[in-house]
């Protein structure tokens, strides 16, 4: 049932982004959003289809309200406000509902200030069905979740300041992890700075999480998303990187501007790999590429010729979606 739901949602997916009407985002795909994610939790909860970390999150959020662990202090949000819901409903199935319904909806106000005639919130279709976001509502949902926060304050980062610099924070106090994406708000925006100064200073930041990736490692454990996907996440990055210097070569920072959290990336996924530490390589790609994903969107609303806006989002759609149906570790999260 919920493999079919995926397809069925995959499918108006596709509908959705070629008729490019924010009618049927609004009242045919995000419903059917919400619809999937009951069929998911239905069959967690009342199916036996739990995943290990769900199992964690469920036999957690009926512990007390009072965090009585360093483990749990440190990322405090998460853990009080999946206890406070709990403690609210008194049942596991309806706690993961409502935080379904407020990741979905943090995800929609991170599209709303996308300026575009031509389905701009239509990243949502992308990422909703795309593989780092399988993985992570099905499995590795306090990362996903901090990272939707982090998103939505992405999405904010120039309209509104301080208000993205206090989601930030709020991400961070839901998964430390969150912090390895700093270079990334750095270039997209970092007080009076100019580009080529972020730049610089992203870069740093980034060489400097590299260096001392030793030292974090030894404060907190990583589990694995069960899959290494760490070669394929370096190979799309730097593809990615080659493509667009090109594209842009009379103009690199024009490329910056367009595709923020490319640059760092690359360099955090480069450094990652060459330590060969294969399972945060993994975690902070799985981040990372969420961000990519939304700027890379963002750059197909500035096209104008809809056969080639329509082809690229297509594209992004079937590349990120198709993993899914590739590969078994991903396939058992649907059956």
Not at 138 to 160: D, G, M, P
Not at 172 to 197: A, C, E, G, Q, R
Not at 204 to 233: G, R
């Amino acid at each position: 049932m919920e493999f079919i739901a995926f397809c069925v949602l995959s499918f108006l997916g596709v509908i959705t982004l070629i008729l490019e009407s924010n009618s049927v985002l609004k009242y045919l795909y995000i419903p059917s959003t919400f619809i999937f994610l009951i069929i998911v939790r239905l069959q967690a909860f009342y199916f036996n289809g739990f995943e290990i970390d769900i199992i964690t999150y469920t036999t957690e959020m009926q512990s007390s309200l009072f965090l009585e662990s360093f483990y749990y202090k440190r990322e405090f949000i998460f853990w009080f406000t999946i206890r406070l819901v709990y403690w609210l409903t008194e049942s596991p199935f309806f706690t993961f509902i409502i935080l379904d319904f407020l990741w979905i909806m943090l995800l929609i106000k991170s599209t709303k200030k996308i300026k575009s005639n031509n389905l701009g919130q239509g990243v949502i279709v992308v990422l909703m069905t795309s593989f780092p976001f399988l993985f992570g509502y099905e499995n590795i949902y306090r990362q996903f979740f901090a990272t939707i926060v982090l998103l939505y304050a992405y999405s904010c980062i120039k309209y509104n300041y301080f208000k993205s610099i206090l989601l930030f924070l709020i991400s961070v106090f839901t998964h430390n992890l969150m912090m390895f994406v700093l270079p990334v708000f750095v270039i997209k925006k970092f007080y009076k700075f100019n580009i080529k100064d972020r730049s610089v200073i992203s870069f740093l930041i980034s060489t400097s999480y590299i260096l001392l990736l030793p030292f974090f490692l030894n404060l907190k454990s990583f589990d694995t998303t069960q899959v290494d996907l760490s070669l394929l996440y370096l190979v799309l990055f730097s593809s990615l990187m080659i493509f667009f210097i090109f594209k842009f070569k009379q103009n690199v920072l024009k490329l910056i501007e367009n595709l923020p959290s490319l640059f760092p990336s690359c360099i955090i996924i480069l450094g990652l790999s060459i330590i060969g530490h294969e399972m945060i390589t993994e975690r902070i790609s799985m981040i990372l590429i969420i961000f990519l994903i939304y700027d890379l969107y963002l750059y197909t609303s500035k096209i104008t010729k809809k056969t080639t806006r329509l082809s690229l989002r297509l594209v992004l759609l079937f590349l990120f979606t198709l993993p899914v149906f590739l590969f078994e570790s991903s396939l058992k999260f649907l059956f």
